[in-house]
């Protein structure tokens, strides 16, 4: 799938077709697929210590004000997506640390889009030598409920 960073052309767009709750834009698919989902698996590497570029690209396309959040009369979001729980699944070479990527990712969904319940897999350490990643790897998929 192609997606493309909000730039100013894409926002101002996105604006209008919101302001006129033309909510059957194909710029809205991904965040009415989000909006509809009842569990979210969210997989994405630590890269640089954070998560790629792509998924904050993904987060901003899917981020549209009346589909997966509105704001209440005092000006603060009410979410409106209906998943369950949403599970963010990560590997980091080295010592993983969620502060700039999973962190971000869980205050979005239950502050902006009403996601209550979330859940942080991760498996660190995999390209430091004298690590056995392939063990790393088998003991993170033992605790996946």
Not at 28 to 47: G, R, T
Not at 123 to 142: F, Q, R
Request: proline share 3%; charged share 25%; net charge neutral.
């Amino acid at each position: 799938m192609e997606m493309k960073p909000l730039n100013g052309e894409r926002l101002a767009y996105r604006a209008s077709q919101l302001e006129n709750e033309n909510y059957n834009d194909s710029i809205f698919e991904l965040s009415k697929q989000f909006a509809k989902a009842d569990f979210i698996v969210i997989a994405a590497p630590y890269w640089d210590g954070s998560f790629p570029a792509m998924l904050k690209t993904y987060i901003e396309n899917i981020y549209a004000i009346g589909i997966v959040t509105k704001y209440d009369n005092n000006g603060h979001p009410q979410g409106l997506c209906r998943a369950k729980k949403l599970y963010y699944v990560t590997t980091a070479g080295g010592r993983y640390n969620p502060r700039f990527s999973y962190d971000y990712l869980k205050y979005l969904v239950k502050n902006m889009f009403g996601i209550k319940d979330t859940e942080l897999i991760y498996a660190e350490y995999l390209d430091v030598e004298g690590y056995d990643a392939e063990a790393i790897l088998s003991e993170t998929m033992k605790k996946i409920k």
